[in-house]
């Protein structure tokens, strides 16, 4: 810096500016969850969590921004909080081409079953269970004004090479909780994963007229037909 003249002085600013952000914001879709955010991005539901200063096990909302990290931007973040993996596990290596499906998502034809609604397409359950859910959707849509849908493409019948797909997330902590295969309802064509606690509470209330309820306490999302 330098005086010139009586009291004024001309120097040169610093500007500190810190690193711009690489993440991408992220509106949160029908059906979406946490975890499906994370892994659609090859991230675990961990580094998301973190980067957006929110539970591990927090609920998302419709239309609300979630930030998507990268990759070093997640690992810095873990970082400071004193954890560690980034990037989700591969799925388990498919032995059958009909469980190639399972590791993305799509959805695999389910010969015998009934169907139901979803944003994704037809989805599938036990016929006399498909029936039920149809009728009580249409209640719910009549009564409440909510439409009952499940939450993902694996959210009702699922194959036993989904299962363990479903289940190996769990286990690796990027997933929620779910069954070995050979235990769960999902596999009977008798369960269903809703999207929103909002229509969770729809089922609790018009839910027993038509065989459906919640059946496992600490899961809001999952309800079964006929006593499963």
């Known amino acids: 810096m330098r005086r010139v003249g009586a009291g004024v002085f001309f120097g040169t600013a610093l500007l500190v500016t810190s690193p711009a952000s690489a993440a991408v914001p992220h509106v949160v879709q029908p059906g979406e969850t946490l975890w499906s955010i994370a892994a659609a991005n090859n991230l675990t539901t961990r580094t998301v969590a973190a980067y957006n200063g929110i539970a591990e096990d927090a609920q998302v909302a419709l239309g609300e921004t979630i930030d998507v990290p990268t990759v070093d931007e997640g690992a810095a973040t873990l970082a400071t909080a004193g954890t560690e993996t980034t990037t989700a596990p591969a799925a388990p290596a498919a032995d059958t081409t009909t469980a190639a499906a399972p590791a993305s998502g799509e959805i695999v034809p389910a010969p015998g079953m009934g169907h139901i609604s979803s944003p994704w397409g037809e989805l599938h359950l036990d016929p006399a269970a498909a029936e039920s859910w149809s009728r009580m959707a249409a209640a719910a849509r009549e009564q409440f004004g909510v439409e009952l849908y499940p939450g993902g493409t694996m959210s009702a019948y699922r194959t036993a090479e989904q299962q363990q797909v479903l289940y190996d997330q769990y286990l690796a902590g990027i997933g929620a ?14 369960a269903v994963d809703v999207a929103t606690p909002e229509m969770r509470s729809v089922i609790d209330q018009i839910g027993a007229a038509y065989g459906w309820s919640g059946t496992i306490p600490s899961e809001w999302w999952h309800v079964s037909w006929g006593g499963y």
Do not use: D, I, K
């Open 177 to 190: 909780p779910a069954n070995p295969p050979g235990s769960s309802t999902h596999e009977l064509g008798v």
